[in-house]
């Protein structure tokens, strides 16, 4: 079928980056960082294949360098954007009245608040690093997990499920860890994909704007945005990390999309076809 | 055709159309409404096509009605979708025909089939509700199922969808126009479905399992219009369903299939008299309102057939009690007996006697176990119990209660069946929460051995837990589908602790073998097994910690007649080697009968008549409790309820059920009946209780 295709092609993808990322070192033919003077905004050549930029570093050892920082930074804020969410969505829908409204309102107004605008303003007080870029995409980033996960433990509350588990005495912690958690677990993995390629588009951005992470660290946002400028003589500065970024956002797309068809297949509702 | 006596409204009138008058194995086709010849169906799967509907011939003529009743996995309902040219992308038809009055439908593209069915063919599915449009009104949906002629006047057709609804037995049907469907009931509802798919006229209806989700009450008065819209509109109309009792008296051929194979057809009433094919007798045998009480039922083994099984000979060899070689090697032929025709090398010979339930004479019957009158406290009572539940609120609606429980007062004897009876709505699926300590009552106490349940110490709290059990009428929905069966089953002796793992294994495995589940179903998930195993599997864990008392809210109503006579086996020898009290409630009067020691009838949030099952079910004292018997499908229909539950929002005054007691007088409308002595032990809340069987008569007592 067609769509097992797409999500082979999105998880090839997907590795592909992550291998890319990890063995950086090994892969990388030149230092990111070395600069040749003589050398600089070379077109694409056999010694560099994707040219070389304004201060004659290799374009290709930067970009598979700066798979690093969105991967990266996209990880950890899924994880701690998950966890976050995941535990109040479980707490929420568990318990129900007035925490449940509360904690909805709290992500209410969370989504409500544009997600750039949210970054923007904390980085510029913050100042940028890895640490105020996971924070601010998590934060942005946990309402979704709240909501998958909580309407998920109502529903399997208001059902029978949880019935049925407390007449054999079941403790709330085991109904929660045991059963409600590793049964939204496949869920949760779907939104994980989402915020992920969330996540590695807003890195991109922020630091495009100059608010992530700081030169002279490579990074493809970063990178867009130097080249910005010689974008008429030297338009490979900018395409390649570009095209690298849609071709990982597209990878964890097609990869999300067949994972959502899967779990869809095999939860409650979807088993009955 | 003893015992049919009111072929007036169904058998008869259709004798004269072709189905009778001809021998069933050469349908006159040329005058049939819809002819099915041979019809076979494939439905792509994984491993290839799989032949789903194996050759099927049938043929229904003006004005007349046939059922078509099989189990799940029967290919009746692929056969319904191929007559409406409905089929699933996955499936289609191999070979055969289909003719619908003449026209060759498996010719036809897809606007041929368009029209056709705009013109020819009216179609009624299970769920009414999922057939309508919630954000439309009532009336908008009928007039836009009306013939474009009558649509152009708007005022006309709104004349129209009115009697077209009033046609349907609907009532006030011109303000019902302005209804939106969740504002009906699921009777209206299927009602206003019917009306849709008669609006054109059509020569043919084909209505797949129309009252499955339906109260019994409510089952048989649909059937009954649907039998009148029949005789008005000289319509040939298919019945599908699962149970042969509903198209008794109202169909007047009925084809069985199984496995995707005509087995048996004939006349309904010669059918269920004298069934010749093992598969029909066996369905027969599983009704439990034949039986005597706790007989054994089941005489089909095994699980339905799945569509991937080939089959070599006959398809019901494999469950089949009376197979013998050639069954298993050579597939039976047809043999035509009078005006039937049926498939069987060892057909039955003896007559069965219809399926009419016999109506088990009262005779004051000793108690089972011994729990009479000197009996032992009752393991759990409920004491003037009362529940009621807020719905709406926020800031448009009025807060509104909804009373599961007005008052209610049950006794529950150790190591006996005791059953709850009740439409849907009643609050009997309350009780049994409140029963199990999973939901808190307003007021009034739940007792277990003595002790309120709510004042137990944390320990005896801890205790009480694993004396009460549930078992859910959906299993599906109460288990983990990541664990294993065997796993699902542990859990229960995992959380009490103090087992060791080798231990809790062997108990698990036991109680699986118990419930009927070999070895090779210890392994599997949820997903992986069948909704009567399901029910195994939910039946072996609640019995883990071997409670005193297991409540069993609608068990069977998710399964096909044999498997619910296999699990009603079940319970009867589980209860019998465990000894617990059972709860059982149901809306099924025949498996309370055939089960259950005591009864309690309910409705609107009240018990209504309590007290011996048998000689309540035979002999009701309270008008409601003899509706309910009237009501059920295979009667003879006189005495049925009427109407449906007026609103639990707003509960008529006095006795709930005057607005549709035949009985009912000034004084029901002031003062609420209290359960009082009626005789025989049984107790009925009613001002006028009958003193004779209702069936013959109902002369009154006046108080």
Redesign the interface.
Known sequence: MAGEWAGLVGAGIVVVACVLAIFAAQIARQSPDSQHLLQVLQGPSAQHPLGTDEVGRDVLSRVIYGSRIPLGVGSAAVVLGGAIGVALGMISGYVGRWVDAVLGRVADIQLSIPAIILAVAFLALRGGGLLSLVVVLAATGWPTYYRVVRSHVISART???V??L??????HW?IMFR?LI??ALPLVVVTATLDFSRAVLLEAGLSYLGLGVQPPTPDWGLMVASGQTQLAGAWWISVFPGIALVLLLLGINLFGDWLADRVGR?T?SG?LQ | MTGFSVSGRGAGSAASGTGNAVAPAQPQAGAATLAVENLRIGVAARGGLLEAVKGVSLSVGPGEMVGLVGESGSGKTLTAMAVCGLLPPRAHVISGSIRIRGTDALGLNRRGWEQLRAGQVGVVFQDAMSALNPRLTIGSQVMEALPAELRHNRAEAKEHAASLLADAGIPHPRERLGSYPHELSGGLLQRVVIAMAVARRPALLVADEPTTALDVSVQGQILDMLDRLRSELNLAVLLITHDLRLVQHRAARTVVVYAGEVVEEGPTAELAERPHHRYTVALLEAIPGRAPRRAPLASIQGDPPRLDQRFEGCPFAPRCSAASDPCSTAPPLWQVVATARYRCWHPQTEPLGGIVPRPQVASPRPPTGDHSSASPPPVAELVDLRKTYRIGGGLTHLRAGVTAAAGVDLDVPADAFTGLLGESGCGKTTIGRLLAGVEHPDSGAVRFEGAEIWSLSRTARAAWRRQVQLVFQDPYSALDRRMTVEAIVAEPLVIQGGLRRREIRDRARQLLSDVGLTHQHWGRRPTELSGGQLQRVSLARALTLAPKLLVADEPLSSLDVSLQAKILDLLVELQRRYHFATVLISHDIEVVRYLCDRVSVMYMGRIVETGDASLILAAPRHPYTAGLLASLPGSDGNGRLRGEPPSAMSPPSGCAFRTRCPYAQERCAVEIPQLWDVGDGGRAACHFPLVTAPLAGGARETT
């Open positions: 059902g029978n499920f019935t049925a407390s007449v054999i005495a079941a403790s085991r059963h590793p049964d095999r409650r088993v």
